[in-house]
């Protein structure tokens, strides 16, 4: 049994906020939250006496103790869109290098995304990525594609991919172009109630991608990728949603048009949701005159009004979920030339320090506002457990110190190091990741 004593509770789920105790069971299961007071040693015995504990000593009773004091426990992160890139390119990262830098991060789930080598297009690669994200302790989840080899030629079967494991579909890293195919795809989504997830650019906007169209583009004497790639696709697929009752989730959104587009569906009833990257509502375009490769990414990092368009979407609930689009690369492939070199940088490490940076800190969000776009909305729109602190919940937990700062290291959980914010200064300390009730990470 752990007992985590003293802490500043906040559960993102139901806005409960407070100083608690919280004993979680051999298997795993938030058992008790009690209101904690001063008196440490009296908390203890309550909530063990409560739970038919007799003392607490560790060696005597089996109890491990975690003294919270001055620390938030909370929900822990779940990450809806991750590349692992295992099977096939575990040069940049794999599922053990990739979960343990998640849990560095604060996050106890995360979903895989599908285009791997091979592709998640089938049963046999669903379970090779499942068996091995078991043995990493945190909750791995796979995501299934909707088309064959992500060629947007043949639909994949979806009923064997989710009997198969998978939590959603998609994609990513491409669009599906083909609107009468996209229509079929979401028709079967919605018969299977599963979510497709949409990377939204329209190739036919599109001259070298990576770096938003305008002056940043110039300056690397490029055309880039114009606005239009993402906001003509989010238009047609707003539409077909409202079409076909299917739930969508627009990935990594970059554009103010596109985040207006999904406010007003969503006003209207329709089934969308949204995605904002933590380099998307922290950076411009201009940060790729300063940080080169590293500021290269799909969708590109577009102005500062855009910048400000998807905060102020996390503020009013259209973008409901904080993803990070965790994208490993190997040094080597960063260090081509900008035309070159491949798109993404890496993200779990550094999203939830970011979050308060960026948005909890001017006033944005609050703490638990920012908690449930990282946890609780990802948890309910994929049906995952997780994104509560509460009794009978699983013991996916986070402890942070809000107030202890940091500096991002050139070295990484991650086996890559392609950061845009290595030597920045960080407020936000995760003390220990939860999951399951087993600690999986913590700082000392």
């Not at 008196?39 to 003392?55: F, K, L, R, Y």
């Not at 997830?197 to 906007?205: G, I, Q, R, T, V």
């Not at 949204?274 to 950076?283: N, Y």
């Not at 965790?326 to 030339?337: C, F, G, L, N, Q």
């Amino acid at each position: 049994m752990l007992l985590i004593k003293n802490g500043y509770v906040i559960d993102p789920e139901s806005g409960r906020e407070g100083k608690a105790d919280i004993l979680i069971s051999d298997d795993g299961i938030i058992s008790k939250i009690s209101d904690a007071t001063n008196e440490s040693s009296t908390n203890e015995c309550d909530i063990t006496e409560c739970s038919g504990i007799e003392g607490s000593n560790d060696t005597a009773s089996g109890l491990q103790v975690i003294d919270a004091d001055g620390l938030i426990v909370t929900a822990g992160l779940i990450d809806g869109h991750v590349h692992f890139r295992d099977p096939g390119q575990t040069y940049k990262e794999d599922i053990i290098t990739g979960a343990s830098a998640a849990a560095k991060g604060g996050y106890t789930s995360v979903i895989m995304m599908g285009n791997t080598i091979p592709h998640m297009d089938n049963p046999e690669t669903l379970k090779y990525a499942l068996e091995k994200g078991a043995t990493t302790g945190i909750h791995t989840y796979v995501c299934a594609n909707v088309t064959m080899g992500m060629e947007g030629r043949e639909l994949t079967d979806m009923s064997a991919l989710i009997k198969a494991g998978a939590v959603l579909f998609t994609d990513d890293g491409k669009p599906v172009i083909e609107e009468s195919l996209m229509k079929i795809a979401c028709e079967n989504a919605a018969r299977l109630n599963k979510v497709i997830s949409l990377h939204e650019e329209n190739p036919k906007y599109i001259k070298e991608n990576g770096v938003n169209s305008g002056s940043a583009a110039e300056s690397l004497g490029l055309t880039g990728s114009d606005r239009m790639a993402e906001i003509s696709m989010v238009e047609r697929d707003i539409r077909i949603a409202e079409e076909t009752g299917c739930a969508l989730t627009i990935q990594h959104i970059s554009t103010k048009e596109a985040v207006e587009l999904i406010r007003q569906a969503r006003k209207n009833g329709a089934n969308i949701h949204a995605e904002a990257t933590p380099h998307h509502f922290t950076l411009t375009d201009e940060a790729v005159k300063k940080h080169g490769t590293l500021a290269k990414m799909n969708p590109p990092l577009r102005k500062e009004d855009d910048r400000l368009a998807i905060i102020k979407g996390l503020q009013d609930g259209t973008i409901d979920m904080i993803a990070t689009d965790h994208a490993p690369h190997s040094k080597e492939e960063k260090d081509r030339d900008f035309k070159d070199a491949p798109s993404g940088i890496i993200g779990l490490e550094t999203a939830f320090s970011l979050g308060l940076r960026e948005l909890v800190e001017p006033g944005y969000l609050t703490i638990r506002e920012l908690l449930d776009r990282m946890s609780t909305a990802t948890a309910r729109l994929y049906e995952l457990p997780g994104g509560a602190v509460k009794e009978g919940a699983p013991a996916d937990l986070m402890i942070f110190d809000k107030n202890e700062k940091w500096v991002v290291p050139d070295k990484f959980a991650s086996k890559a190091v392609n950061s845009p914010f290595i030597g920045e200064t960080m407020p936000g300390v995760i003390k220990y990741t939860i999951a399951s009730g087993k600690v999986v990470y913590k700082t000392f």
